[in-house]
């Protein structure tokens, strides 16, 4: 994962860069112009959460797969995805052959690293069963010729004992006291990577599906909690299509991809919607944060990594003008040098680490009763700043109340235990996690074989410490030297 060199950040709010009028490249006739529509347009959201399911599933049964299924199923002229990858999920791989074998032209693009490979095991059979599926294996090859270790650069603060990686020097504002830390992940990280990390579907250039969920029996077969928005729009569709374009046509991935200025919010149905995508549109600079710093009741964010210091200098200034703030992260991104969360909780943020079995996976918060993000960027600075990824913004008090309501009953499912301490993802702490088959900590080891999961579970190791000390002056930021 990327991370950028040095960051000293404050609780006040960004300014914003301006967007650039920059001409698209020129896409072949008739990519991004759907077909006649007839019918009323629609958005919905499917939250899911795991419940007791004990494993991951390539049954397609839960309502984010059979909603795709039928999207797929009813294909009538085209269809066009880009996903990360796919594990298990026959049905949909059948529906896919299916579909191409009547007719409808089929293309898809897929995440490669600079060896090729992809990190799900099914994607090279998706791609010999379909053959008209690209990745973006020029673009990380590229990458990799160029990518080096972090410069050395003067720090304001000193790396935390025992973590190798590039330092973060991290000053919050909490009034009369500072919230200062230093961040560094545990081995060295080195800088240029990125992923080809979207999660969508196009069907006749009329219905996106789109969201959290990975093609996969864990995340689409319902073991983890993630967040599926279907649109029925033409609108909709044309704006990603002209992202699919970009990547399957053109060959342009990552920060390859041309800026241009984001299309204003359109309706859909009984929702406003814009569409935010990455690299180029920066959506947690001019989307998320701005809709953060404006929030005047609640936050509720179910999120995979947190490891943005914009978005988290954000929440602990909402929490501290009386903005009921909650999160709820991923084990696993709970256990990464850079995240947030202690943070947050230092600053007086609930924050509930999840414990059972499969992933917070969603990428999505709701605010205020009117507004819903969601998508597949992680609040992270790659997912932002060289990932592509897509996030919609949605301005809808029925589906923000939706989104509120799963998540108060997601709330209530994770113990207030790991509101104060944080779960190994692999072990009897969390859910089937010792039983599920898989790898849920990515170390390597699944089940018993990982010592989470043994008589005698290791204790976890050390997040990077943090203190809070008295302000002296005008800003946070002179206190790092007191860390």
């Not at 689409?220 to 699919?244: C, D, H, M, Q, W």
């Not at 978005?311 to 929490?319: H, P, Q």
């Amino acid at each position: 994962m990327r991370w950028w060199p040095l960051i000293l950040l404050c609780a006040c709010g960004p300014t914003l860069p301006p967007v650039p009028q920059k001409a698209a490249p020129s896409l072949p006739d008739g990519a991004g112009k759907p077909l006649a529509w007839v019918g009323k347009e629609s958005l919905e959201i499917f939250p899911h959460a795991p419940g007791d399911q004990p494993r991951p599933s390539d049954a397609c049964s839960t309502p984010p797969c059979t909603e795709l299924l039928a999207l797929i199923e009813g294909a009538q002229h085209s269809i066009d995805f880009a996903i990360y990858g796919l594990r298990g999920q026959p049905a949909l791989l059948a529906a896919l052959q299916a579909a191409q074998k009547r007719g409808v032209r089929v293309r898809g693009v897929v995440d490669r690293d600079a060896e090729g490979k992809n990190y799900y095991r099914d994607t090279d059979a998706l791609v010999a069963a379909l053959g008209t599926v690209r990745d973006d294996l020029a673009a990380e090859r590229a990458m990799a010729a160029r990518r080096k270790a972090f410069d050395e650069q003067p720090e304001r603060c000193k790396g935390p004992a025992g973590f190798k990686g590039h330092v973060q020097c991290l000053a919050f504002d909490l009034g009369n006291e500072c919230l200062i830390a230093a961040h560094a992940s545990e081995d060295t990280v080195e800088e240029g990577g990125a992923i080809m990390h979207d999660k969508f579907f196009i069907v006749d250039g009329e219905s996106v599906w789109t969201g959290s969920a990975n093609i996969s029996d864990s995340d689409i077969g319902g073991y983890g909690a993630n967040l599926t928005l279907v649109a029925k729009s033409p609108k909709i569709a044309r704006l990603y299509t002209r992202e699919f374009e970009l990547m399957y046509t053109t060959n342009r991935y990552h920060n390859e991809k041309p800026r241009e200025r984001p299309e204003p919010p359109m309706a859909v149905g009984d929702a406003q919607v814009q569409v935010w995508f990455s690299p180029q549109d920066e959506p947690i600079t001019r989307a998320v944060r701005p809709l953060i710093q404006q929030a005047q009741s609640r936050i509720d964010v179910a999120i995979f990594f947190l490891t943005h210091t914009g978005i988290t200098t954000d929440l602990i200034a909402a929490r501290r003008r009386g903005v009921d703030v909650r999160v709820i992260i991923d084990a696993t991104g709970a256990r990464n040098g850079y995240t947030k969360h202690e943070l947050l909780r230092a600053a007086g943020i609930p924050v509930k680490v999840e414990s059972f079995g499969g992933k917070m996976h969603a990428k999505a918060a709701a605010i205020d009763g009117r507004w819903v993000i969601g998508g597949s960027m992680n609040w992270t600075w790659a997912g932002e700043g060289g990932n592509d990824e897509n996030t919609m913004i949605i301005e809808s008090s029925r589906l923000a109340e939706q989104f509120h309501a799963w998540y108060d009953d997601l709330w209530q499912t994770v113990s207030e235990r790991w509101a104060e301490q944080n779960p190994d993802p692999e072990s009897w702490d969390s859910g089937a996690a010792c039983a599920d088959g898989i790898d849920n900590d990515f170390d390597g080891q699944a089940d018993v074989d990982d010592p989470g999961c043994g008589p005698k579970p290791p204790p976890l190791s050390p997040l990077p410490p943090w203190k809070i000390v008295p302000k002296r002056g005008a800003s946070c930021l002179d206190e790092l030297d007191r860390l």
